[in-house]
């Protein structure tokens, strides 16, 4: 049985982690969501992590677990966007879990609980190279706005880039 909720204050370290684990580094290649290749250094981090959510009104990130004093396997980043959008991000699932459909039932927790705070749409930003990525999100309704938004090579938040071509395409899905 699994356990879907909101994070609690004391999961940061883990979810941090995770994100790392699921994205960047030795144990993320197992996955086929690592961006590796793209990206060094970190995707997160605690502090980070902490202060994106108390900057973000409403934001919260929901874990997926095995039983609900097990470490986080999956989680999704969701807040209100303006109006009744809402921003979803940071869909990660363990490396050692992808494939079993975890993700989509991140992506559904994240879309119902923006429905049920009166959202009406979602949108999210995608590294435009990430074309297997992409397409996993059309598959679930996300489509290409043709907005696109600039990397941010100066912010090592953001990892360390591997390249010089990166930017963000938005997607968005009406709800």
Wanted: proline share 5%; charged share 25%.
């Amino acid at each position: 049985m699994t356990h879907l909720a909101p994070y609690a204050d004391h999961d940061l370290a883990d979810l941090a982690d995770l994100v790392n684990s699921a994205y960047r580094g030795e144990l993320a290649t197992q996955g086929w969501t690592h961006e590796s290749y793209l990206l060094g250094g970190q995707r997160t981090d605690e502090a980070s992590l902490r202060a994106d959510l108390a900057a973000k009104p409403g934001a919260t990130i929901l874990v997926l677990r095995d039983a609900p004093d097990a470490k986080p396997h999956a989680c999704v980043w969701v807040e209100p966007a303006g109006g009744n959008a809402w921003y979803v991000g940071m869909v990660t699932v363990s490396p050692l879990r992808q494939a079993g459909g975890i993700g989509r039932i991140m992506l559904d927790a994240a879309e119902a609980h923006a429905r049920e705070r009166g959202g009406a749409s979602m949108q999210m930003t995608v590294i435009s190279v990430r074309d297997t990525l992409i397409a996993w999100y059309e598959r679930r309704g996300y489509a290409l706005t043709g907005e696109t938004q600039p990397f941010p090579y100066d912010d090592e938040r953001f990892g360390e880039p591997q390249r010089d071509d990166l930017a963000f395409v938005v997607m968005r899905k009406a709800l």
